[in-house]
């Protein structure tokens, strides 16, 4: 059964400063009694208010989108994706990790200013109606029986990064590559003994450049003639505003990461020699999966890559 998805009044029940770049905000509710989590990367859209206006009346249903569509410029509240960095369903409490970017955006606006107390509202899966029924929603990484997993990323795929990280069998092997932009904005994360964790500084570098080269070393020292295994991909966009998506059918050197969303999942059940799920600002996103796929010939099929955001771009 399809997901169904809802608009979920909630408030801020506190605000943490967990390093000079990222700020945990954690929102609560009794609505969040019918939120369905799925923990890994699991995406949720955050509804923005607005100056003067607050947040425009939305139906919590399914509706909410054409109804969201169909309000006037001036009353339309910003939509931006985010990750759920934790759900603790007992206390209805969801936690998610805001990049704080400055005041180019009005995500990065609001978080800077957030008070507790504050309103808030984000869209996302509620509980399946039937417990047969599993809960599902918007998460992307599917490793399969991969040998070895590659998760590569900058600040604002660690919030994804540590959540599948804490989620890992116990016995998986791999690397993981998080860019962030200061040694200070390191996180506490746990892992797999077989799971090397990397966290790079840029410490003013150009973005992504940093972990761009140590993406490299390792394919050219672990992954080096790694074999490609079959499967059929297949394409997710993590915005229901968005434009096209690129994916099957579609060179990646044609894909304009200024116009479409650079996206591409493959599918999950094979056993793989080796899973990449690379996620961040989309120029570089691009850069590393072209490496990966045509510089190292990697199958493109174990290769997952999600443009998270695009520099001089606002989401929508
Ligand atoms: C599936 C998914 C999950 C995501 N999870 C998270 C998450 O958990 N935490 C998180 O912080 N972000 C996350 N993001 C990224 C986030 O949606 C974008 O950074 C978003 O653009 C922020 O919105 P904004 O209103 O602050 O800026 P926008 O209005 O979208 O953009 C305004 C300007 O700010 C720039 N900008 C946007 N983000 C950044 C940034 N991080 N650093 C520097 N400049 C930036 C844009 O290029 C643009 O020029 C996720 C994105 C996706 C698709």
Redesign the pocket.
Known sequence: MATRYRVFSVRVAAVTSLTPHFVRVTLTGDALADFSSVGL?Q?IKVVLPLDGVGFSELPEDEDWYAAWRALPDAERN?L????V?SFRPDARELD????A?GD?????RWVSSCRVGDELRIVGPRVPESPEDLPTGAAEFAPGHASRILLAGD??AA??ICAILEALDVSTVGHVFIEVPTDADRLPVSAPAGVEVRWIARNGATHGVRMTDQVHAWASTVVAGAASVAGSPSVGS?SVAAGPACGDGVELADVDVDEQVLWDVPATEESRPVYAWIAGEAGCVKELRRHLVRGVGIDRKQVAF?G????????N
């Open positions: 990367d995406r910003p931006r994706t985010y990750t960095r998610i990790d805001f990049v970017h180019a955006g009005p995500a990065s600040e604002t919030p994804a993590p999600m998270y955001w695009r520099h001089g771009k606002a989401e």
